[in-house]
């Protein structure tokens, strides 16, 4: 079956635009992860989804970001007025259920390019 | 808040060779640690996962083990083939976060 896919792939936006990045989990996995990776730097948790709702969202950067995800399936990452330090690609991950011995799997990612 | 370290950043051996990368965590309350592979450009791949109970996993010529007492996972990779070539990164899951290390860049040289 089809495995995680993300939209776009790149975006190259403005200082201070909106944009909306946006995931497909698997068919199924009840729990999709968000995660930014900057240049250089590891992976930094974002935030992650049971279902449709959001248990923890201490990872998000700012209040500029925010997540949604719809029907148990579909998540879109906003980022409000965007700022030259949001650069980075953006990765989703989601499994079958948010346990202990659960797998993630990854999607390409969003590189998103803000100037 | 958990820290996790992976050292060396990066590593460059000839084929064949037998390698070990280190994963160190800072909060040894994890409920599991797992390495992945990243190709450039491309996303994550996990590769083994070693639950808090668990000292160690093998798949093919890997073998990841775990010892949370000290904080420490370790990557070994048997007989080392120019298509490893690759980012390893390791996380420590707490629970409420996954938190991933800063990966190790192997290179194997034919």
């Known amino acids: 079956g089809a495995g995680v896919s993300q939209s776009p792939s790149n975006k190259v936006t403005e200082k201070g635009k909106d944009v909306e990045l946006r995931c497909d989990p698997i068919?199924?996995?009840?729990?999709l992860y968000w995660y930014r990776q900057s240049l250089g730097q590891g992976l930094e948790f974002l935030i992650y989804f049971q279902g449709n709702s959001a248990p923890d969202k201490s990872g998000l950067p700012s209040d500029r970001f925010s997540a949604e995800r719809t029907g148990g399936s579909v998540s879109t990452l906003t980022i409000q007025r965007t700022q030259q330090e949001d650069s980075a690609v953006y990765l989703c991950?989601?499994?079958?259920?948010?346990?202990?011995?659960?797998?993630?799997?990854f999607g390409p990612g969003t590189r998103l390019t803000v100037l | 808040k958990q820290e996790v370290t992976q050292i060396p950043a990066a590593l460059s051996v000839p084929e064949g060779e037998n390698l070990v990368l280190n994963c160190s965590f800072t909060?040894?309350?994890?409920?599991?640690l797992q390495w992945f592979r990243q190709d450039p450009g491309k996303g994550l791949t996990s590769l083994l996962l070693i639950q808090s109970s668990q000292r160690e996993q093998t798949s093919g010529r890997l073998n990841a083990s775990l010892d949370k007492s000290s904080g420490r996972s370790t990557l070994y990779i048997a007989a080392s083939q120019p298509g490893d070539s690759a980012t390893y990164l390791c996380?420590?899951?707490?629970?409420?976060?996954?938190?991933f290390g800063t990966g190790t860049s192997l290179t194997v040289i034919p």
């Open positions: 068919s199924g996995h009840t729990a």
């Open positions: 991950a989601s499994s079958l259920l948010r346990r202990e011995v659960d797998t993630q799997y």
């Open positions: 996380a420590a899951n707490t629970g409420n976060q996954f938190y």
């Open positions: 909060d040894s309350a994890i409920y599991n």
